[in-house]
């Protein structure tokens, strides 16, 4: 077991190396100088000649990088052209945003995808699969954005009920947060139902008829029992693995969610790095996301070993 977790952490260590390489050459090669965007274009050629250089873009590009590198092994991500400030601090700050939002349309989807798919795999080719096939096409099909705009004019504007965006903070009370974030995880959890529902559904039907679900029947279980206790555990896997790849997409892709929602988030400051030519920002920003895409890869690879022994062996 310990060689399996020392082959797979060097080899998450060789992906992350290569992702900021490649983040950090194709940042470099997006048009624009953010010192000249930072001074305006009335800037004169020796001012902007001295801001390019206490910024360090007057450097070789090897030099850049490595210097980056170093300071993003030692936490230290540099200085926002834009807002003057740490960029990591400015990742932290919208993480309490993002990674609520993120946990709610996790659990909102697993909520109503587990339980939606395994009735339907009991109740296979019935008029209750039938339903829970149409709510897996049209969440799949229906844009996150799209939804959010609906639930805004149903829950905000015409029932009052909840607030249309905006964020209060979470100094405001965890139910104000709470509130403030639930139309958008909404939004966020919808299409991810539909996907997991699908993949659940799927997987509990390959598991119903193994032999040892057929037992548990024989010993006098009933159906409901078999199928939670034996065939829902061993259907895990490919749902685990959807999973992880649902939470770092809700966390890397809720830019236009957020952005509809005008939410302080991860996906509101990519997009305004974006549009600022704020390089560090984009570079770290895209970092973390990537480093988080890998790292959730890394750590179901795991949850693998321990849900099946079977793989245990395979890689031992």
Same mark, same amino acid.
């Given at each position: 077991?310990?060689?399996i +977790?020392?082959?797979?952490?060097?080899?998450?260590?060789?992906?992350?190396?290569? #992702?900021?390489?490649?983040?950090?050459?194709v940042?470099?090669? +997006?048009?624009?100088?953010?010192?000249?965007?930072?001074?305006?274009?009335?800037?004169?050629?020796?001012?902007?000649?001295?801001?390019?250089?206490? +910024?360090?873009?007057?450097?070789?590009?090897?030099?850049r990088?490595?210097?980056?590198? &170093?300071?993003? /092994? @030692?936490?230290?991500?540099?200085?926002?052209y834009?807002?003057?400030?740490?960029?990591?601090?400015?990742?932290? $700050?919208?993480?309490?945003?993002?990674?609520?939002?993120a946990?709610?349309?996790?659990?909102?989807?697993?909520?109503?995808?587990?339980?939606?798919?395994?009735? &339907? &795999?009991?109740?296979?080719?019935?008029?209750?699969?039938?339903?829970?096939?149409v709510?897996s096409?049209?969440?799949?099909?229906?844009?996150?954005?799209?939804?959010?705009?609906?639930?805004?004019?149903?829950?905000?504007?015409?029932?009052?009920?909840?607030?249309?965006?905006?964020?209060?903070?979470?100094?405001?009370?965890?139910?104000?947060?709470?509130?403030?974030?639930?139309?958008?995880?909404?939004?966020?959890?919808?299409?991810?139902?539909?996907?997991?529902?699908?993949?659940?559904? /799927?997987?509990?039907?390959?598991?119903?008829? $193994?032999?040892?679900?057929?037992?548990?029947? &024989?010993k006098?279980?009933? $159906?409901?029992?078999a199928v939670?206790?034996?065939?829902?555990?061993?259907a895990?896997?490919?749902?685990?693995?959807?999973?992880?790849? @649902?939470?770092?997409?809700?966390?890397?892709?809720?830019?236009? #969610?957020?952005?509809?929602?005008?939410?302080?988030?991860?996906?509101?400051?990519?997009?305004?790095?974006?549009?600022?030519?704020?390089?560090?920002?984009? @570079?770290?920003?895209?970092?973390?996301?990537?480093?988080?895409?890998?790292?959730?890869?890394?750590?179901?690879?795991?949850?693998?070993?321990?849900?099946?022994?079977?793989?245990?062996?395979?890689? @031992?």
């Amino acid at each position: 077991m310990i060689s399996i +977790l020392t082959r797979r952490t060097i080899s998450l260590v060789v992906t992350l190396l290569i #992702v900021s390489l490649l983040i950090f050459t194709v940042m470099d090669l +997006l048009p624009g100088d953010p010192a000249a965007i930072m001074l305006g274009t009335s800037a004169s050629p020796d001012t902007l000649a001295a801001l390019q250089h206490s +910024l360090g873009l007057d450097r070789p590009l090897p030099i850049r990088y490595l210097a980056w590198l &170093a300071g993003v /092994a @030692q936490g230290d991500l540099g200085q926002s052209y834009t807002y003057g400030v740490p960029v990591a601090g400015l990742i932290a $700050e919208r993480l309490t945003v993002t990674l609520p939002l993120a946990l709610m349309a996790v659990v909102l989807s697993v909520a109503v995808a587990v339980p939606l798919g395994v009735q &339907a &795999a009991r109740r296979h080719n019935g008029p209750f699969d039938a339903v829970a096939g149409v709510f897996s096409y049209i969440s799949i099909a229906v844009p996150a954005f799209w939804v959010g705009l609906l639930l805004i004019i149903a829950f905000s504007t015409m029932l009052g009920w909840l607030p249309a965006g905006g964020f209060p903070g979470w100094d405001a009370g965890l139910w104000q947060g709470l509130k403030a974030l639930l139309l958008p995880a909404i939004a966020l959890a919808l299409p991810q139902a539909g996907v997991l529902t699908r993949i659940a559904r /799927a997987a509990v039907l390959d598991v119903m008829n $193994e032999d040892f679900v057929r037992t548990a029947r &024989a010993k006098g279980l009933s $159906e409901e029992a078999a199928v939670w206790r034996h065939a829902v555990p061993n259907a895990l896997i490919p749902v685990v693995t959807m999973l992880g790849l @649902q939470f770092t997409f809700l966390i890397a892709g809720a830019v236009l #969610v957020e952005n509809v929602f005008n939410l302080p988030g991860l996906g509101r400051l990519a997009f305004q790095a974006l549009s600022q030519r704020d390089v560090i920002v984009m @570079q770290d920003v895209v970092l973390f996301f990537s480093a988080l895409v890998i790292v959730m890869n890394f750590l179901v690879d795991l949850a693998y070993l321990a849900i099946d022994p079977r793989l245990r062996a395979g890689a @031992q």
